[in-house]
């Protein structure tokens, strides 16, 4: 019953520094996605990646990079953190890009400092 | 832009009463409609998916409606719990985009 993956589940960055969040997903979905999670904002979509071999950007992906691996892991990686980018971080999957329910992962918090 | 309101913000009921959550969304065109529960320092967990051509669907003590053409749905949790106590989503996707409400945090009393 593991479903949606995501690794670290806390990390604390110095501004600068780089870091790579990972996430798997067991359920042979094609869809990944990644939000963030900020109080008073509600979850925004960084980027997304329909199917296996694209990455598409969300509503705020500027400082991120993202890699799709294979059709199980979707990576995102922030090159050198900004203290703006403190949050909670989620990755997602649904079996497509239609109308199937999204599975969320138990987030990661990320602090930068 | 979709843009996808929850009133009230925060909501606090003795057990036993129902609870009505409300999610409103300004682009109609939407492919369906998603409840999340979300606890605290949890990821978010689905509870019920509308479909567009749905006007509703249930689970157990849960109900969501949908009015695509107002632009409105509510989430009903009958006989509530205090295990009902939770932050409650909504979600709608307009083609590969799903936008978020901000959520409403229910507090059931004992």
């Known amino acids: 019953n593991a479903g949606v993956t995501q690794t670290p589940k806390f990390q604390v960055l110095k501004t600068g520094q780089s870091m790579t969040l990972q996430c798997a997903q067991d359920?042979?979905?094609?869809?990944m996605y990644w939000y963030r999670q900020d109080p008073g904002m509600g979850l925004r979509l960084i980027y997304y990646?329909?199917?296996?071999?694209?990455?598409d950007k969300g509503e705020v992906p500027n400082g991120y990079n993202v890699s799709r691996l294979n059709k199980r892991e979707f990576s995102l990686r922030l090159e050198s953190a900004a203290p703006s980018q403190t949050s909670v971080y989620f990755c997602?999957?649904?079996?497509?890009?239609?109308?199937?329910?999204?599975?969320f992962g138990e987030g990661s918090w990320l602090t930068v400092v | 832009k979709q843009e996808v309101t929850q009133i009230p913000a925060a909501l606090s009921v003795p057990e036993g009463e129902n609870l009505v959550l409300n999610c409103s969304f300004t682009?109609?065109?939407?492919?369906?409609l998603q409840w999340f529960r979300q606890d605290p320092g949890k990821g978010l967990t689905s509870l019920l998916l509308?479909?567009?051509?749905?006007r509703e669907q249930t689970s157990g003590r849960l109900n969501a409606s949908l009015d695509k053409s107002s632009g409105r749905s509510t989430l009903y949790i009958a006989a509530s719990q205090p295990g009902d106590s939770a932050t409650y989503l909504c979600?709608?996707?307009?083609?590969?985009?799903?936008?978020f409400g901000a959520g409403t945090t229910v507090t059931v009393r004992a």
């Open positions: 979600a709608v996707r307009n083609d590969y985009k799903l936008s």
């Open positions: 990646s329909a199917s296996e071999g694209t990455t």
């Open positions: 359920m042979n979905h094609n869809s």
């Open positions: 682009d109609s065109a939407i492919y369906n």
């Open positions: 509308i479909q567009s051509s749905q």
């Open positions: 997602a999957s649904s079996l497509d890009m239609a109308g199937n329910t999204i599975y």
